[in-house]
């Protein structure tokens, strides 16, 4: 069964920086380009960042550019976005989703909620 | 960036009747060399992460009941409920991958009359 595991969410001060992981399992994870998907609360969803298979290529929405990296370990099945310098706008649930180059995202985990508040 | 507008934003349909959204791209997503939409449909039940339904337009992914079709070419699409199921409550969301950055329209809720 193919799964996505977020974590590391939780609630920071403007400013701060936050590291979220997602831990996949049930298919060949290195084949695949991974995204970060977030949702605010009670709003749409917003692509943030896509990384190619090998972690050649990376790819960001500019509202996150130079705040945001992400990143993802093959040997460990595992996607991670460091998230600095964040705002109250970065607030939401934080997705981690699967797809291959220019294709839709086929599979998301369930989500890890990140709140910047002082 | 490529503007997703879907319409409406909500609507509500008795059961087994039929749902119609639309979706609105504010330039073509169709790739000419390959004739394929770079659109895709995706359900988001309360509570509960999206979850892909349909994509290059038109295409079921595995396990979606028939009920659920799309249609569409270039920038105007629909995503069609032919008969209404109360499972089928959600908020409804295109997007487009065709570029950079990917991008989903502001979503429609769907309810029950």
């Known amino acids: 069964e193919v799964q996505l595991v977020e974590s590391g969410g939780g609630l920071v001060q403007p400013g701060g920086s936050l590291r979220l992981s997602c831990a996949a399992s049930g298919f060949t994870f290195s084949s695949y380009w991974m995204s970060w998907v977030r949702q605010a609360p009670g709003k749409g969803l917003e692509w943030v960042a896509n990384?190619?298979?090998?972690?050649?290529?990376?790819y960001y929405v500019d509202s996150v550019k130079g705040r945001f990296t992400i990143s993802r370990d093959n040997a460990k099945n595992s996607l991670y976005l460091q998230m600095n310098s964040l705002t109250v706008e970065d607030t939401a649930v934080y997705y981690c989703a699967r797809g291959a180059y220019a294709s839709p995202r086929d599979c998301w985990g369930q989500g890890t909620l990140v709140t910047v508040s002082s | 960036d490529i503007v997703m507008t879907q319409f409406p934003d909500s609507l509500a349909v008795s059961l087994g009747e039929r749902a119609t959204i639309n979706c609105k791209s504010s330039q073509t997503v169709l790739y000419s060399p390959n004739n394929k939409n770079y659109l895709a449909w995706y359900q988001q039940k309360p509570g509960q992460s999206p979850k892909l339904l349909i994509f290059w337009a038109s295409t079921r992914e595995s396990g979606v009941p028939d009920r659920f079709s799309g249609s569409g070419s270039g920038t105007d699409f629909t995503l069609t409920i032919s008969s209404l199921q109360a499972e089928d409550v959600a908020v409804y969301y295109c997007q487009q991958y065709f570029g950079t950055p990917e991008t989903f329209g502001q979503g429609t809720k769907v309810e029950i009359k």
């Open positions: 990384i190619k298979p090998d972690g050649s290529d990376k």
